[in-house]
């Protein structure tokens, strides 16, 4: 199948490259060109405006859109659906709010455009070698593009979910999820390193992914991570975030439906982002106050 990536990032980039070795005619367009070389020397047709990628097209046309939410995505959307023809199909494989989606699908269908939100999970090697889909599209559209699908991603490793809209949301929650597991396995190792035991995380990560309940691809990254460093003394505990756990939180508090796990580490990830916390400055002076309590001065 004919198909454009726009965003020749880690994901994209890589997206590319999977399509191409599963046969797929690939245009590579990025918005710096640098990329677009270099994935032309990898054998990928490469654009260098948006004009000359839609011009390369024989027939319908599939865009898979894979920059960052919010802006960019809409920057690409507004620029790209005007020159689209009726039917063409343009993705978001990106990580943007499905309340977004929604709206962009009242607005991208109006103009006669075929519009999909695909959530993509997988990291860039999923992305490379084979990644899981959540594909929110009409049961005619997706059917259209479902070979793309079935040759990107690992056996079982798409979902139809269903209408416009459920990829990104199924996509949300996914993240949410890993949230969650990641905090509980960065507390469990916290716990061992606090502990009287002289414990070798590599070995202790090794031996959890082999027969564990636990045991999972996040552990086998803390093993990878445990190996470069054996106790990650080159990295602070500054955790970033997307905002895909915040827009999980967000809905449940919405939907009434208690997530303390998710909640707490989304706190956790904030709170690790702040040098000084005010709310332990008042906390630790309010108990000074009424049991003068000590504290510890700057
Ligand atoms: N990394 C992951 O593990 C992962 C996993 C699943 C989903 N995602 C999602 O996939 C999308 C891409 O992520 P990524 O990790 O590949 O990001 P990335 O490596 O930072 O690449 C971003 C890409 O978007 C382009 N871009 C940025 N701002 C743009 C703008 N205003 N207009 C046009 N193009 C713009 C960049 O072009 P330049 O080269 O010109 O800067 C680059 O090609 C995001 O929505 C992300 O949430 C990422």
């Not at 027969?211 to 999972?216: D, Q």
């Given at each position: 199948m004919q198909i454009a990536i726009v965003g020749l990032g880690r994901m994209g980039y890589n997206l590319a490259l999977n399509l191409k070795d599963n046969g797929h005619d690939v245009i590579g367009y990025n918005r710096s060109s640098a990329k677009v070389d270099e994935i032309v020397k990898e054998g990928v047709k490469g654009a260098y405006s948006i004009e000359e990628m839609l011009g390369t097209f024989d027939g319908r046309r599939v865009i898979w859109l894979m920059v960052p939410n919010g802006a960019p995505t809409q920057g690409m959307i507004d620029t790209i659906v005007p020159m689209l023809n009726e039917h063409d199909v343009l993705i978001?494989?990106?990580?943007?709010n499905f309340n977004d989606t929604l709206a962009r699908y009242e607005v991208i269908k109006a103009q006669g455009v075929d519009f999909v939100d695909a959530g993509t999970s997988g990291g860039i090697e999923g992305a490379r070698y084979g990644a899981c889909s959540m594909v929110g599209a009409e049961d005619d559209v997706f059917a259209f593009i479902e070979p793309i699908f079935r040759d990107i991603c690992v056996e079982n490793g798409y979902l139809h979910c269903g209408r416009v809209g459920s990829g990104h949301y199924t996509k949300m929650v996914h993240n949410g999820v890993e949230y969650g597991m990641m905090q509980a396995i960065g507390e469990g190792f916290e716990i061992l390193k606090a502990s009287q035991f002289d414990l070798d995380y590599e070995k202790v990560a090794k031996v959890w992914n082999n027969?564990?309940?636990?045991?999972?691809w996040l552990m086998e990254l803390a093993e990878s991570a445990f190996k470069k460093s054996p106790q990650l003394s080159d990295i602070r505990g500054v955790i970033g975030s997307n905002g895909e756990g915040l827009w999980t939180v967000e809905e449940a508090l919405k939907l009434n439906v208690p997530v303390p796990v998710i909640a707490g580490s989304l706190f956790v990830r904030n709170r690790s982002?702040?040098?000084?916390s005010f709310s332990g400055q008042v906390v630790a002076a309010l108990r000074n106050e009424f049991g003068g309590h000590a504290v510890e001065n700057k």
């Open positions: 978001d494989g990106g990580n943007s027969g564990s309940v636990i045991r999972s982002e702040q040098d000084e």
